[in-house]
């Protein structure tokens, strides 16, 4: 839309003022906050006040003269010492509203997929217990994310890094195999740092159940608790995935850290910087100079005693990535590991990319309430709400909506009882019910007039005249820009933001007037209108991961 416009305006102004051309990339286009000001404004006067050695006043209104004769252009106002704000026409933006109804839920998509290829991971939670509401902003965030990056014409590959080496999957081990004696033993000591929850004695009942015989076979203890390890570790990650299937979100890529060890990829890193001297001995360790990248240390690879650190884990994972050529990566991280990107970040740097080459989006707490009280959590008794206990409670269009109304950024608060609410205080409720108040319009028109709008048909768009009409129209005009700034921008909380608004319009619209009119051409304009709102919304829903719903 922009791009548009900024080149109509240029290729105008070029008939009289030449010197607009060797200008163009410095020409903004901007959408005012006021409606008064105008659909849009540009900079361009100021711009030619040096070369046209002239006052921007002076040639805005000389600009004003040109462009006011165009068809798209209804009105051209100069203000603010030399700005040009432009009130677009009624049938520029018929245009648009046609697209909205051809392309349906795909409204304003790129066709082609040319802007790069990328990697997001997100969730990558430990496979030592279910997933909590953490995860499940995390999800949404990434996923939403993906998809709109998707829209803008990016090849996305999603990412879940599954953490299935070290300590706590053998702690998992621990847990469930102490679970398992005490089911005969009551008195089996449990580890003190072992995971608490229920779903640990479940897991050992059904160890218990089907494989009680071949542990109390197994002669070591620690053959018992690697075996308990595994089954555990597979049993939690069939549960990740079918929870967060049920939420809507699957990824491309299922990445192992054990196979990083077991590949041999950890070494292949480090041998990989070696080369480039980037790694050094001291006392008897293998150190990183992550100092020539921005970090405040070097840091270690190999210990002293020969094991590897976390972080030469890491190294490996985003080496990996590196290989496989992306154009950048984001990684969708815990607010807890904040201090840790800088460190990561000078390490994939020394891999020889650019310092925007990986990015990091940082998920903030959900604070759960209910009956006004906050229901608190603790994940190191095992005492907290699950994403499925949430999903169960509320639906998934809910729980995805409102975990995207704040920045990942922010803390979030999900008041159970507002998202259980139908009334117009519940946002999800609000922009879903615009969704099904169109489509109960559609149902009464083909019941009371036998007229089908979800066929295609002509309209006489000329007929939308209300200030409600042209409001909408340049919303949903405006509407797959906005995304793709919105995807550019890497903000996807403000997609509920352009859905809320549209779906405002749209109510008070509904409320105002008639869209079932004896007047069969001002009915046929409506419904037009009508179909492309519910395109849009549905195209913003398919971004969000929601479900249009047709009846509520």
């Keep these: ?82 700005f040009i704000n432009i009130f677009l026409s009624q049938e520029f933006f018929w245009s648009f509203l046609k697209e909205a109804v051809k392309e349906g839920e795909n409204y304003g998509r790129e066709k082609t997929k040319d802007k790069g290829f990328i990697n997001i991971e997100f969730v990558s939670a430990n496979p030592t217990g279910p997933l909590h509401l953490g995860h499940g902003r995390g999800a949404v965030v990434g996923s939403t994310l993906a998809n709109l990056k998707d829209y803008a014409g990016y090849i996305v590959e999603k990412e879940f890094y599954i953490n299935d080496a070290g300590k706590q999957i053998y702690l998992l081990g621990k847990s469930v195999y102490a679970r398992f004696r005490q089911i005969e033993e009551p008195d089996y000591p449990f580890p003190e740092d072992g995971y608490k929850g229920e779903y640990i004695k479940e897991i050992a009942q059904e160890l218990y159940h089907y494989e009680r015989e071949k542990i109390y076979s197994m002669l070591d203890e620690e053959e018992a608790i690697e075996f308990c390890a595994s089954y555990a570790k597979n049993y939690l990650l069939d ?85 496989r050529g992306y154009d950048y990566i984001i990684n969708v991280w815990g607010a807890d590991h904040h201090g840790y990107f800088p460190r990561l970040k000078a390490a994939v740097m020394a891999f020889g990319v650019p310092e925007d080459w990986i990015r990091v989006i940082f998920i903030q707490m959900v604070k759960l309430f209910k009956d006004g009280k906050e229901i608190k959590m603790s994940k190191r008794s095992g005492e907290f709400i699950t994403l499925r206990e949430l999903l169960k409670q509320v639906g998934k269009d809910v729980v995805r909506y409102i975990f995207l109304t704040k920045d990942s950024n922010t803390h979030l608060n999900f008041d159970i009882d507002l998202a259980l609410k ?34 295609e048909f002509e309209a006489d768009l000329s007929l939308l005249s209300e200030n409600i009409e042209r409001q909408i129209m340049k919303d949903i005009a405006f509407l797959p820009e906005l995304i793709k700034e919105i995807a550019h921008k890497e903000q996807p909380h403000k997609l509920t933001v352009l859905s809320y608004n549209l779906a405002s319009k749209f109510h008070s619209y509904y409320y105002h007037y008639k869209f ?23 195209t913003l829903f398919k971004l969000m991961g929601i479900t249009p719903v047709e009846k509520m």
């Design 1 to 82: 839309m922009k791009t548009q416009i900024k080149e109509k305006i240029v290729d105008v102004i070029s008939k009289e003022i030449k010197e607009v051309d060797s200008l163009k990339e410095k020409v903004k286009i901007e959408i005012p906050k006021e409606e008064k000001f105008g659909d849009i404004s540009t900079n361009v006067a100021f711009l030619l006040s040096k070369p046209l050695k002239k006052k921007p006043i002076e040639i805005a209104h000389q600009i004003k003269s040109l462009l006011e004769n165009e068809r798209e252009f209804e009105k051209v106002e100069v203000a603010g010492g030399g």
């Design 239 to 323: 549960e990740i995935k079918k929870d967060l299937k049920d939420f809507g979100v699957e990824f491309d890529i299922w990445f192992s850290e054990k196979s990083l060890y077991e590949h041999g990829k950890v070494d292949e890193a480090i041998e990989f910087l070696q080369k480039k001297g980037l790694v050094y001995e001291k006392e008897g360790a293998l150190w990183l100079k992550t100092t020539e990248y921005g970090d405040d240390k070097d840091r270690v690879l190999i210990k002293s005693d020969g094991t590897y650190t976390y972080f030469s884990a890491d190294i490996a994972y985003h080496y990996d990535k590196f290989k």
């Design 422 to 455: 139908q009334s117009n205080e519940n946002p999800v409720y609000y922009v879903q019910y615009a969704h099904a108040r169109i489509m109960s319009v559609f149902r009464e028109a083909k019941q009371r007039y036998g007229f089908d709008a979800e066929t």
């Design 516 to 538: 079932l009119e004896r007047n069969e051409n001002l009915m046929k304009a409506r419904l037009f209108l009508l179909k492309a709102i519910r395109n849009a919304l549905r």
